[in-house]
């Protein structure tokens, strides 16, 4: 699967996923995407450009962006760090999980210990349960829920 299969397809068939009210504690937490990925409260994803975007959705689109590249950059720096990951036989994939997973603590000890990612690698309070859909919500539901949530952010952000 990985490698050959769209990023919203390994995450909704993912343990995250999964136990996505736990690990992202009731809508607590959130994960920034693009619009490959479905609007939903537990994943943002940027405004569609349908002809009417308006500055404030630009800008929080501009916004959410700005944090998805941060992301990148940090996966980045990571596969710069132990090139393994980006040549990796994924052909047993729970060893490659296993190899991602110690790769990304020891990228985390070593910027704990200051050990920082050389320029020539390559690098290419919240407690609110109204945006967290019940089980038997529809797909029209569960987005409606992301919507309200963007909408929230983007008060929050003063646009």
Not at 16 to 45: C, H, K, M
Not at 47 to 52: L, M, W
Request: net charge negative; with cysteine; proline share 4%.
């Amino acid at each position: 699967m990985p490698g050959s299969t769209h990023d919203s397809r390994v995450l909704r068939t993912s343990p995250l996923w999964n136990n996505r009210t736990t690990l992202l504690e009731n809508g607590a937490y959130f994960l920034a995407a693009d619009s490959g990925y479905p609007l939903t409260p537990y994943t943002i994803v940027p405004f569609s450009d349908d002809g009417t975007m308006t500055a404030r959705r630009r800008e929080f689109n501009r916004a959410l962006s700005h944090e998805c590249v941060l992301a990148e950059n940090g996966i980045g720096a990571v596969k710069g760090r132990f090139p393994v990951l980006r040549q990796m036989n994924v052909a047993n994939v729970e060893h490659a999980c296993l190899l991602t997973h110690a790769a990304f603590i020891l990228n985390a000890l070593c910027d704990m210990h200051h050990d920082d990612v050389m320029a020539d690698w390559d690098t290419t309070e919240y407690d609110d349960d109204r945006y967290r859909p019940d089980d038997d919500d529809d797909e029209e539901d569960v987005r409606n829920l992301g919507e309200v949530r963007r909408q929230h952010l983007m008060q929050q952000l003063g646009l």
